[in-house]
């Protein structure tokens, strides 16, 4: 299915991405009163990494995921769960029932939907007083070595931002006008990564891309020379898992 967005010559690199804050989401299903054999809806799935969370505490999860290559490589590493569904669909037609679930998440695909649209799907296919959760993994940029790596973005790439990946989502869930109790939540996770996989991850990094133009392999370059000076096999990436939730009013 076409999308605003191709990521299919990123879907490999992808499964190199790390995985939720177990914290995090600990807190996001308490709050949110989900129970093991509920429904839930994971749009924008990818290649699994918030599926594979959800489908092992035992919930049914239907993965919508317009991308081709990335639902591939999702629907591999769910293959032996029979828990697990896929659709091609997209955050505006999931191709669903209305109040057919429990629960909708979004793993780092909120900001790559219209927003607006993806709310209102969103609460059509919600059963009346459940909630949907939104996330992203942010990088700490206070690490030494991932503020560095951030220089080098911003030394090629003026203007450099995340757009509304890094955003506060509050406002946007309020203005919507059909979800209520809003409430942010976040939790730590580190991610172990060679210097290889690393340097894949930033191929992969849709957002650099876009804003460096032709200056991207510039950009993946003078990253990876800096890794390699570092003279390390490996490093640990300390990421902050970030969501949003709200109930369906």
């Given at each position: 299915?076409?999308?605003?967005?191709?990521?299919s010559s990123l879907?490999?690199?992808y499964?190199?991405?790390?995985?939720y804050?177990?914290q995090?989401l600990?807190e996001?299903?308490?709050?949110?009163?989900?129970k093991?054999g509920q429904?839930?809806?994971?749009?924008g799935?990818?290649?699994?990494?918030?599926?594979l969370?959800?489908?092992n505490?035992?919930?049914?999860?239907?993965?919508v995921?317009?991308n081709?290559?990335?639902r591939?490589?999702?629907m591999k590493?769910?293959?032996?769960?029979?828990?697990v569904?896929w659709?091609?669909?997209?955050?505006?037609?999931?191709?669903?029932?209305?109040?057919a679930?429990d629960f909708?998440?979004?793993?780092?695909?909120?900001?790559?939907?219209?927003?607006?649209l993806?709310?209102q799907?969103?609460?059509r296919?919600?059963?009346p007083?459940?909630?949907?959760?939104?996330?992203?993994?942010?990088?700490n940029?206070?690490?030494?070595?991932?503020?560095q790596i951030e220089?080098?973005i911003?030394?090629?790439?003026?203007g450099?931002?995340y757009?509304?990946r890094?955003?506060?989502q509050s406002?946007v869930i309020?203005?919507?006008?059909?979800f209520?109790?809003?409430?942010?939540?976040?939790?730590?996770i580190?991610?172990?990564?060679?210097?290889?996989?690393?340097?894949e991850?930033w191929r992969?990094?849709?957002?650099?891309?876009?804003?460096?133009?032709?200056k991207?392999n510039?950009?993946?370059?003078e990253?990876e020379?800096?890794l390699q000076?570092?003279?390390?096999s490996?490093i640990?990436?300390?990421?902050?898992?970030?969501a949003?939730?709200a109930?369906?009013k």
């Amino acid at each position: 299915m076409k999308t605003e967005w191709d990521y299919s010559s990123l879907a490999d690199a992808y499964l190199k991405r790390p995985d939720y804050s177990a914290q995090a989401l600990e807190e996001i299903f308490s709050i949110c009163g989900v129970k093991k054999g509920q429904d839930v809806c994971d749009i924008g799935a990818g290649v699994a990494h918030l599926t594979l969370h959800l489908a092992n505490m035992g919930l049914n999860v239907v993965a919508v995921e317009p991308n081709d290559n990335m639902r591939a490589n999702g629907m591999k590493r769910t293959a032996e769960m029979p828990n697990v569904s896929w659709v091609e669909a997209n955050s505006h037609e999931t191709k669903q029932e209305d109040g057919a679930f429990d629960f909708v998440t979004f793993g780092s695909s909120f900001n790559v939907a219209d927003r607006g649209l993806a709310m209102q799907e969103t609460y059509r296919i919600l059963k009346p007083d459940c909630w949907f959760a939104c996330m992203w993994n942010h990088r700490n940029l206070d690490d030494e070595i991932q503020n560095q790596i951030e220089n080098i973005i911003k030394s090629h790439v003026d203007g450099y931002g995340y757009g509304s990946r890094r955003e506060d989502q509050s406002e946007v869930i309020k203005n919507s006008e059909i979800f209520t109790d809003v409430q942010y939540i976040e939790g730590p996770i580190e991610h172990q990564m060679t210097i290889k996989d690393c340097v894949e991850a930033w191929r992969s990094h849709g957002t650099v891309q876009r804003q460096a133009g032709d200056k991207f392999n510039s950009v993946i370059n003078e990253i990876e020379n800096y890794l390699q000076s570092l003279s390390v096999s490996s490093i640990m990436v300390p990421y902050t898992t970030r969501a949003w939730i709200a109930k369906r009013k």
